[in-house]
């Protein structure tokens, strides 16, 4: 299966343009709630279908990031040296869960608004995105069955290198005194 941009073509004004086959949406979708850092993913789950992510239910994702923490970083969890970065989500903002993180001793890096430059490289879901492209599943079930695999199937290396750049981008924030800037420039 070809990316928009791999199947684009010149279109020359008088030969008629090829038809192409498309695809319909699936039925069967999941959202990933993912946790990892530079070695890896630390903690997933899949939702259920229509599984709406309020305050209760991640209270109970927290939870369970907790055990994985401790079961698969534990000396970030002997020392509590681990932090939790938080885009701008309405359920990260929360009291109920801040009082949560807070009771725990979890430390929290806030993402700033409208920061683009200091937010994380989302290679993961585009990762595991083109994996499963093309792809077609019927049941979640299904899903829940290949996308662990595909998740392994990501090198280490590549989450080295994200979080080796998300600390270049907040090291030039800090030097540049939080002008934005784009590549190698300052705005």
Same mark, same amino acid.
């Given at each position: 299966?070809k990316t928009?941009k791999?199947?684009?073509?010149?279109?020359?004004?008088?030969?008629?343009i090829?038809?192409?086959?498309?695809?319909c949406?699936?039925?069967?979708k999941?959202?990933?709630?993912?946790?990892?850092?530079?070695?890896?993913?630390?903690?997933?789950?899949?939702?259920?279908?229509?599984?709406t992510?309020?305050?209760?239910?991640?209270?109970v994702?927290l939870?369970?990031?907790?055990k994985?923490?401790r079961?698969?970083?534990?000396?970030?969890?002997?020392?509590?040296?681990?932090m939790l970065?938080?885009?701008?989500?309405?359920?990260?903002?929360l009291?109920?869960?801040?009082d949560?993180?807070? /009771?725990?001793?979890?430390?929290?890096v806030?993402?700033?608004?409208?920061?683009?430059?200091?937010?994380p490289d989302?290679f993961l879901?585009?990762?595991?995105?083109?994996?499963?492209?093309?792809?077609?599943f019927?049941v979640?079930?299904d899903? /829940?069955k290949?996308?662990?695999?595909?998740?392994?199937a990501?090198?280490k290396?590549?989450?080295? /290198?994200c979080?080796?750049?998300?600390t270049?981008?907040?090291r030039?924030?800090?030097?540049h005194r939080?002008d934005?800037?784009?590549?190698?420039?300052?705005?």
């Amino acid at each position: 299966m070809k990316t928009k941009k791999q199947s684009s073509q010149c279109i020359i004004p008088g030969i008629p343009i090829p038809k192409k086959a498309r695809q319909c949406r699936s039925n069967v979708k999941v959202l990933l709630i993912a946790f990892l850092d530079w070695q890896g993913v630390v903690y997933h789950e899949l939702t259920q279908n229509g599984q709406t992510i309020n305050k209760e239910y991640y209270l109970v994702v927290l939870r369970r990031l907790r055990k994985a923490i401790r079961k698969k970083r534990p000396i970030l969890w002997l020392y509590n040296s681990w932090m939790l970065h938080y885009d701008n989500a309405p359920v990260h903002r929360l009291s109920f869960v801040s009082d949560f993180l807070e /009771k725990h001793g979890t430390v929290t890096v806030p993402q700033p608004p409208y920061s683009p430059d200091l937010a994380p490289d989302y290679f993961l879901f585009y990762k595991l995105k083109m994996r499963l492209k093309g792809r077609r599943f019927q049941v979640i079930e299904d899903i /829940k069955k290949e996308s662990p695999r595909d998740l392994k199937a990501i090198p280490k290396l590549a989450y080295e /290198k994200c979080f080796q750049s998300w600390t270049e981008r907040w090291r030039k924030c800090i030097t540049h005194r939080r002008d934005y800037f784009e590549g190698d420039n300052v705005l």
